[in-house]
């Protein structure tokens, strides 16, 4: 699914849309922030969406549920992927060097993610390290000539051992 650039109006539509998952009319224009628009307009920017794949439409009688086709996560992350790419050369580097030079972000958090994720990464390779199942798909995995080493080496042994 291809994500596309939302206008103002639109993005104010789908963050109400967001927070509710999924809505009718009346649901939306009771959240829309004042000053409310008309329900026509409302309703043009929500066929907007449709189109551009953001909500899909369900018929319930006479009227229609609205439910989000692209969650808020998907569209925060394809814009910044086209922020990056736009302002900061494709490099989150260089995004985080401008962010800590214009004090958003600050060493110690930096400090504090990073040790997380190590944490986090450190006992997440202990626990595959001691895992039996892990062994057997590096076993299987493992190169053809490693495997004929080790058979090599495992044969030498039993006839040492037998003799």
């Known amino acids: 699914m291809k994500i596309n650039h939302l206008t103002p109006s639109e993005e104010i539509l789908m963050s109400i849309l967001w927070k509710l998952d999924c809505a009718y009319m009346k649901d939306v224009i009771a ?6 628009p008309h329900q026509n307009t409302i309703s043009t ?13 369900e018929k319930e009688g006479r ?16 814009l910044l992927s086209n922020f990056i790419e736009r302002y900061f050369e494709n490099s989150g580097i260089e995004l985080l060097k401008s962010l800590r030079k214009e004090n958003w972000v600050h060493l110690l958090d930096i400090k504090e993610v ?30 053809k000539k490693l495997k004929n080493k080790k058979n090599k080496k495992k044969k030498n042994k039993k006839t040492k051992n037998d003799k």
């Open 45 to 57: 920017f929500i066929k907007i969406l449709v189109e551009k794949e953001f909500l899909t439409t």
């Open 114 to 143: 990073f040790a997380t994720e190590t944490v986090l990464h450190s006992h997440l390779e202990s626990d595959e390290k001691n895992s039996e199942i892990s062994d057997f798909v590096a076993e299987i995995t493992a190169d």
């Open 63 to 78: 009227i229609f549920k609205y439910t989000v086709a692209i969650p808020f996560t998907d569209y925060k992350n394809f």
């Open 31 to 36: 959240h829309y922030p004042e000053p409310k």
